[in-house]
């Protein structure tokens, strides 16, 4: 089993940054993916960002929505998703998710929630104009 905890979601304005964080416990030898999804209101759960966190790779991934504006990294048993130049359309609920599957091939793969079996219990962030 693999825990998730994630924390620091706040409000912000429109332009500017917050950084989101997210606790790793468990069994994480078998985990091969690791990263953020998020859920906007009245929309799907999308994926954000994903790190590869098994040997030899740091291969990280981007959805286009926020490719030059968030950075995600995962430093011993903590994942962070710093979210700079924040757009009214960033507000959403944001989660953090694992999967064993070692293979996925593809940023539409990577990014596909439905290949992630673990996840937290998400937090807000909210960005007004």
């Known amino acids: 089993q693999v825990h998730l905890i994630e924390s620091g979601g706040d409000s912000a304005q429109a332009g500017g940054s917050l950084t989101i964080s997210c606790a790793v416990s468990g069994y994480t030898t078998g985990v091969f993916w690791m990263g953020w999804f998020r859920q906007r209101p009245g929309k799907e759960r999308e994926g954000v960002a994903i790190i590869y966190t098994g040997l030899g790779s740091t291969d990280t991934v981007y959805s286009d929505a926020v490719k030059g504006r968030f950075t995600a990294s995962r430093a011993m048993n903590t994942l962070k998703l710093q979210m700079n130049n924040l757009k009214p359309e960033d507000t959403a609920m944001y989660y953090c998710?694992?999967?064993?599957?070692?293979?996925?091939?593809?940023?539409?793969?990577?990014?596909?929630?439905?290949?992630?079996?673990?996840w937290g219990q998400g937090t807000q962030v909210t960005v007004s104009s």
């Open positions: 998710a694992a999967t064993t599957i070692p293979a996925l091939y593809g940023d539409t793969a990577r990014l596909d929630p439905r290949n992630y079996e673990y």
